[in-house]
């Protein structure tokens, strides 16, 4: 397993939720959720650059058939004009589900999902993470697949 704070990515058209990892790549917790729009690259970076992150994962949203739609380009523009930015590795993972899964975790802890939807991008983004560690640790290598910018 590869060591090193991890930063996750939830791309939405109106938030970005974030999430960190420990530090051995174990455990993604949240961070916050970013406005998107102007200045949302330069709130993550700000971030990555605080956390002393070593590689980003963002969240590739795919159809449950596991066709694209309008959101996965969304999502790999995002990542593409990330990379750069941050002077990091992006890896796009497979995030089928992820704020589904967020919105039921809240429910089932008995909160309001309807006015909690920044909490979910960022519950999101730890399933997106985690799965992401979750796979390194299980199978020895890097998940996802690694932006050739």
């Known amino acids: 397993m590869r060591t090193g704070v991890r930063i996750g990515i939830d791309v939405g058209k109106a938030r970005i939720g974030v999430a960190r990892s420990d530090p051995h790549g174990m455990l993604a917790t949240?961070?916050?959720?970013?406005?998107?729009?102007?200045?949302?690259?330069?709130?993550?970076?700000?971030?990555?650059?605080?956390?002393?992150?070593?590689?980003?994962?963002?969240?590739?949203?795919?159809?449950?058939?596991?066709?694209?739609?309008?959101s996965t380009q969304d999502a790999r523009d995002f990542a593409e004009t990330l990379a750069p930015a941050l002077n990091l590795p992006v890896r796009m993972v497979d995030e089928r589900l992820s704020t589904v899964s967020a919105g039921r975790a809240l429910q089932a802890s008995g909160r309001n999902t309807k006015k909690q939807r920044p909490v979910i991008d960022q519950v999101a983004a730890v399933i997106i993470l985690q799965h992401a560690l979750d796979f390194e640790r299980s199978g020895g290598t890097a998940p996802g697949t690694l932006l050739d910018l």
């Open 30 to 70: 949240p961070v916050e959720t970013v406005s998107r729009g102007a200045g949302d690259i330069a709130r993550i970076g700000a971030i990555a650059r605080e956390l002393e992150a070593v590689e980003v994962v963002v969240g590739l949203p795919l159809a449950l058939s596991g066709n694209e739609t309008a």
